[in-house]
């Protein structure tokens, strides 16, 4: 059975930081892409940040130059170090990791980042 568990997150103010890890176990294929990907209330979920395999790293405009999604591939990890938070960061952070036949989700991880 596949888990992927999150940590992190939590309640920061405007202008702070915080990091998101995520780490995927089980009997698992090989992993291609990894991700982080968000959902404010009223708002459908969103891609943050990706990263394939190949070293190929792709953001949202919207956090572009703030955000920085690294990851461990030896022991399945993803990050996302968040800096200059912003109140409209505020949102559910979900980690995501693709094999070739099907993607895997993380449970969730709230962010607030009061104003």
């Known amino acids: 059975q596949v888990q992927v568990v999150q940590s992190g997150g939590g309640l920061v103010q405007a202008g702070g930081s915080l990091r998101l890890s995520c780490v995927v176990s089980g009997s698992i294929s090989r992993i291609n892409g990894m991700g982080w990907y968000r959902q404010a209330p009223g708002k459908q979920r969103e891609l943050v940040a990706t990263?394939?395999?190949?070293?190929?790293?792709n953001y949202a405009d919207a956090v572009k130059g703030r955000f920085t999604i690294s990851r461990d591939d030896a022991k399945n990890l993803v990050y996302l170090q968040m800096n200059s938070l912003k109140p409209e960061d505020t949102a559910v952070y979900y980690c995501?990791?693709?094999?070739?036949?099907?993607?895997?989700w993380g449970q969730g991880t709230q962010v607030t980042v009061s104003s």
């Open positions: 990263s394939t395999s190949g070293g190929t790293i």
């Open positions: 995501k990791a693709d094999t070739m036949y099907r993607s895997y």
